[in-house]
Nanobody, 122 residues
Framework: VQLVESGGGSVQAGGSLRLSCQAS????????AAWFRQVSGKDREAVAH????????YYADFVKGRFTISHDKVKNAVYLEMSNLQPEDSAMYYC?????????????????WGQGTQVTVS
């Protein structure tokens, strides 16, 4: 199983980015996927979660309507559309899947992880 994130970069406050997570060796359809982020020296925190079979989504409180998680069945990919980015959104963003159940915001409940894509907001 391989998850490859892309789309990160440097933007100014108020800007937007679209992160992509391409899966191979694993079918995201009829499954669960999530985005997490981590700042060096801090715990990894949940951003958004999607139950791809039904398009059910969950978001961390700090998202406040700024981010949207989505899934493309044909491309076997998950996306995170981020708008109105702020400096505090700067972090390494990770894609995760193979959710074990339980608290969707706990990184312990996901088996497979990508290597991350850096987002920097100035």
């Amino acid at each position: 199983v391989q998850l490859v994130e892309s789309g990160g970069g440097s933007v100014q406050a108020g800007g937007s980015l679209r992160l992509s997570c391409q899966a191979s060796g694993w079918t995201l359809s009829d499954n669960y996927a999530a985005w997490f982020r981590q700042v060096s020296g801090k715990d990894r925190e949940a951003v958004a979660h999607i139950w791809t079979a039904y398009g059910v989504t969950y978001y961390a409180d700090f998202v406040k309507g700024r981010f949207t998680i989505s899934h493309d069945k044909v491309k076997n990919a998950v996306y995170l559309e981020m708008s109105n980015l702020q400096p505090e959104d700067s972090a390494m963003y990770y894609c995760a899947t193979s959710y074990r159940g339980g608290d969707w915001e706990s990184p312990l409940n996901y088996k497979y992880w990508g290597q991350g894509t850096q987002v920097t907001v100035s």
